[in-house]
């Protein structure tokens, strides 16, 4: 799966029903994170809320 929206809200949001609502496991998935404080911010669209630290424990549970 590849979750590449540029919209860290709506991407988020797919990302957290992947992890707290889907029953089966994922074997591949791509996804940008967008991180505030991130250099790069001002390229994306939207807000970026989640910290460096909030963005390794969701890639961290994605693992599990």
Excluded: C
Aim: aromatic share 10%; hydrophobic share 40%.
């Amino acid at each position: 799966m590849k979750l590449d929206l540029d919209d860290p809200k709506t991407e988020d949001g797919i990302m957290d029903y992947v992890l707290n609502k889907v029953s089966y496991k994922v074997d591949e998935i791509l996804w940008e994170n967008h991180v505030s404080g991130n250099y790069l911010l001002s390229e994306w669209q939207g807000v970026a809320d989640m910290s460096l630290k909030d963005s390794y424990e969701k890639f961290l549970a994605l693992r599990r």
